[in-house]
């Protein structure tokens, strides 16, 4: 499975972005699709994920403000990031688990609030 982020940039507080996933190959082995990001200095953490059935999980820190989506048919998979703030910088990176428990990334995108 690749997996290939975009629609990260620069924006001010307050403001919002939609972040992208297209996942390529193996897709049939997929049943979650996540987002997770890495602030400088810190260790990657969870944002969200959406699988196969049952509502999307979102971290404390972001649920309310981001929201999760897939389009099955476009292979892809969203992150909806609105009322941003400078806490919410780092680098998003998608992911994707398979039935089997393997684990894949995609090469992350750069988020940046500031004013």
């Known amino acids: 499975v690749q997996l290939q982020a975009s629609g990260g940039g620069l924006v001010q507080p307050g403001g919002s972005l939609r972040l992208s996933c297209v996942a390529s190959?193996?897709?049939?082995?997929?049943?979650?699709l996540g987002w997770y990001r890495q602030a400088p200095g810190k260790q990657r953490e969870f944002v969200a994920r959406i699988g196969s059935g049952g509502p999307p999980v979102y971290a404390d820190s972001v649920r309310g403000r981001f929201t999760i989506s897939r389009d099955n048919a476009k292979n892809t998979v969203y992150l909806q990031l609105n009322n941003l703030s400078p806490d919410d910088t780092a680098v998003y990176y998608c992911?994707?688990?398979?039935?089997?428990?393997?684990?894949?990334w995609g090469q992350g995108t750069q988020v940046t609030v500031s004013s």
């Open positions: 992911n994707a688990v398979a039935r089997s428990g393997v684990t894949y």
């Open positions: 190959g193996s897709i049939f082995s997929i049943y979650a």
